[in-house]
């Protein structure tokens, strides 16, 4: 990815804090966020917005992010576009899920720091620290 180039990221999360908190970090970078506060939302802005990263949340109240994320991967036009989970679920068994047999890019359990979440979305997007 080029220097100074704007990125687009889609947050599938339901909580309003956690979108405000990640818009706040993300206004450190070149980065336009879009939001979705359920998954079949999430997925229409996926295929709308085209987005380079998408950082999705397990626990939605319509479809659970495993969901959204499978019907990403099956998506020929979205399976490309790299996902980083952020989620509270930090058992470990749902880390091996995630990182082992789902393959997100990266696993990310609430809470986080901003140097971390904005660390682990460069090294996705290969952006230069």
């Known amino acids: 990815m080029v220097e100074g180039q704007s990125y687009t990221v889609v947050y599938i999360e339901d909580d309003p804090d956690m ?4 818009a706040i970090i993300l206004r450190r970078g070149n980065f336009e966020l879009f939001s979705a506060g359920e998954g079949r939302v999430g997925l229409e802005t996926i295929r709308r917005e085209k987005p380079d990263l998408v950082l999705l949340d397990i626990m939605l109240p319509d479809m659970g992010g495993w969901a959204v994320y499978q019907q990403m991967k099956t998506d020929p036009e979205l399976q490309h576009i790299p996902v980083i989970v952020i989620t509270a679920q930090d058992a470990a068994i749902d880390r091996v899920l995630g990182e082992h047999i789902a393959k997100v890019q990266v696993y990310i359990t609430k809470p986080f720091s ?3 979440l904005l660390s682990n979305i460069n ?3 290969g952006i230069a620290a």
């Not at 979108?19 to 990640?22: D, R």
């Open 123 to 125: 090294a996705v997007l």
């Open 19 to 22: 979108v405000e908190i990640v």
């Open 114 to 116: 901003p140097k971390d």
